[in-house]
Every structure is written in C-alpha cells, then in structure tokens.
C-alpha cells in the first residue's frame, strides 16, 4: 500500500521560497506512478499544482509554472516541491500524492501540511 | 483550462436518504471524471474513477455515472459517515482541474 506523508515548514515569509518534501514508503518511486502537488487554501478547493514521473519528466499548472519545481529524490524514495516568491495568497494545506497516468486520477494521498505565508 | 461545475453548492439529508450531486464540465470529457470525498482535517479520498468505476474498498452505495459534459454522483443511502464536501476532477487533459466542491451535511 502506497503511503505519503509531506514535511517541511509551516511558515514561510513573502517573496521567500517555499520548499515541501514528500516522503513515500510501501511502493518504489522508481516503478512507475506518477507524483504530485495538490493544494487547499484554508475554506476553499483544490488546486492541482504539478507532478512528475518516475523517468523526471515534469508536468506544471500553467498558471504557477514560472514559480514551481517538483522533483524526485530516489535515494530518498520522494519528490520535493518547490514554489518561489510565495504571497499570502499561496497559504494552503499542501497535499502529495500519486496518480495512475497522466492527468489521471489521485488514488493514494499524504495527509497535508498546512504551509501559511506571513511575515 | 476546462472548468468544472458542481450543483448543489450545498445540501442538507437525512441518515438513509438517496442523495445526487451533479458535476458539469466546459466542454466533452468523454469518461474521463473522478469523484473525491473529503472529510473535515483530512485529505481527499478517491471514490470514483472513470466516472462510473468504483474504487477499492468504497461502499457500493457509491456510484457514479454520465459521460461528455453531465456527470453524477449517486449514493443510495446515506450513512453517518458520508457527511462531507464531494469534489469532481477531469482528467481529459491538463491541467487537471477539479469542481467547487458539493459540502453534504446533515438535516
């Protein structure tokens, strides 16, 4: 069973580099899913961010693309995210997760991380 | 980026009532539609992928139907524990892109 869980800090000031890592445990990140970034503003929806493929091929929402980086650390078995210049419109609960093909349907998510931007 | 619609925003049922929410799309999506429950604090839950394909270990009160643009989520009879926000998301193309969410609260 593919399990996730996100990390990293839970205030980050603005203009600054926001930076999640996503650690997976039961399954290989080399075998095959695809991994990415899904995130909720506090009373709203979801927004998918990005995502990347086993092989480093990376898929980006166009309207965050010129601020996001996703890539896998295999030693690891993870993927980290990482969004620049973030305003207090990017705080949000921050959610991995893996999907079958691509765009494809999430089946296994982490838990979340709320990550608010204040200074 | 093709936008998704959800209707009701919002419902209120009782414990063994037969509750439909309905998500549209922008344009043709043939099957390609997802349904998610989330629970207050948690992360999404996949129920439905495909649009009428029930994922592992979801209850078959679930179901799901519609191809196109007209999509519904169908739960038969629903239990205390199905109270919670229901989002759709397409998966046509990218960006995948999800509704507003249908929140399910108790009358």
């Known amino acids: 069973q593919v399990q996730l869980q996100e990390s990293g800090p839970g205030l980050v000031k603005p203009s600054e580099t926001l930076s999640l890592t996503c650690a997976v445990s039961?399954?290989?990140?080399?075998?095959?899913?695809?991994w990415g970034w899904i995130r909720q503003p506090p009373g709203k929806g979801l927004e998918w961010i990005g995502s990347?493929?086993?092989?480093?091929?990376?898929y980006y929402n166009p309207s965050l693309k010129s601020r996001v980086t996703i890539s896998v650390d295999t030693s690891k078995n993870g993927f980290s995210l990482k969004l620049t210049s973030v305003t207090a419109a990017d705080t949000a609960v921050f959610y991995c997760?893996?999907?079958?093909?691509?765009?494809?349907?999430?089946?296994?998510w982490g838990q979340g991380t709320l990550v608010t931007v204040s200074s | 980026d093709i936008q998704m619609t959800q209707s009701p925003s919002s419902l209120s049922a009782s414990v063994g009532d037969r509750v439909t929410i309905t998500c549209r799309a922008s344009?043709?999506?043939?099957?390609?539609l997802n349904w998610y429950q989330q629970k207050p604090g948690k992360a999404p839950e996949l129920l439905i992928y495909a649009a009428s394909s029930l994922q592992s270990g979801v209850p078959s009160r679930f179901s799901g139907s519609g191809s196109g643009t007209d999509f519904t989520l169908t739960i038969s009879s629903l239990q205390p524990e199905d109270f919670a926000t229901y989002y759709c998301q397409q998966s046509y193309n990218t960006p995948p892109t999800f509704g507003p969410g249908t929140k399910v609260d108790i009358k």
């Open positions: 344009q043709s999506i043939s099957s390609y």
């Open positions: 990347i493929y086993h092989s480093g091929n990376t």
């Open positions: 039961g399954y290989s990140i080399r075998s095959g899913y695809y």
């Open positions: 997760g893996s999907h079958r093909g691509y765009p494809g349907y999430f089946d296994h």
